[in-house]
T-cell receptor
């Protein structure tokens, strides 16, 4: 069963507009969430993260929002640039105080295409 | 080196052959992870090392998969008697400490079993 779900396989936006990538999770033990970006033939690169004690984290053009009650998070990219075109993976891990808190569970990814 | 490196980048094996995939983590990183990424899927956890100790191998699909990190640095993932379902990209990641959130990934080894 998919514990981290990215239901949109792909997303296309115009340069300069907002990109919104969504992620849902089912495991209540998850309390730290990360977004990774992946270009073809490269490994995933860490982008931004958020702890469950927050509902928003911002880093430049990238903002992640967390709705813990809905078990939903989203990544906003504003403004979108052609160089942002990549696959974006949502990942989650359990609570720091529990076991296996190093183990990341990934979604299937969303391919973002930003058109000039 | 500046990042995690993996070799070979591409490997083609005939069904039944043994393969060995190498990972060089970022210097000084204590934790090392292996993931398997099948086509169209996200990476899936295979195993975790803290220095030379393999603390978690719960994700290894079968006893044909074996990983080691004898000196707490370079790691090797070995797959014996490869099967077609083993075809995937194998990603290695390292992180500075056990508690560090950020795992830094290598480019992966794409294994194709014919």
């Amino acid at each position: 069963d998919q514990q981290v779900k990215q239901n949109s396989p792909s997303l296309s936006v115009q340069e300069g507009r907002i990109s919104i990538l969504n992620c849902d999770y089912t495991n209540s033990m998850f309390d730290y969430f990360l977004w990774y970006k992946k270009y073809p033939a490269e490994g995933p690169t860490f982008l931004i993260s958020i702890s469950s004690i927050k509902d928003k984290n911002e880093d430049g053009r990238f903002t992640v929002f967390l709705n813990k009650s809905a078990k939903h998070l989203s990544l906003h990219i504003v403004p979108s640039q052609p160089g942002d075109s990549a696959v974006y993976f949502c990942a989650a891990r359990p609570d720091r105080g529990g076991g296996s808190n190093y183990k990341l569970t990934f979604g299937k990814g969303t391919l973002l295409t930003v058109n000039p | 080196g500046a990042g995690v490196s993996q070799s070979p980048r591409y490997k083609v094996a005939k069904r039944g052959q043994d393969v060995a995939l190498r990972c060089d983590p970022i210097s000084g990183h204590v934790s090392l992870f292996w993931y398997q990424q099948a086509l169209g899927q996200g990476p899936e956890f295979l195993t975790y090392f803290q220095n030379e100790a393999q603390l978690d191998k719960s994700g290894l699909p079968s006893d044909r998969f074996f990983a080691e990190r004898p000196e707490g640095s370079v790691s090797t993932l070995k797959i014996q008697r490869t099967q077609q379902e083993d075809s995937a990209v194998y990603l290695c990641a390292s992180s500075l400490t056990y508690y560090t959130d950020t795992q830094y990934f290598g480019p992966g080894t794409r294994l194709t079993v014919l």
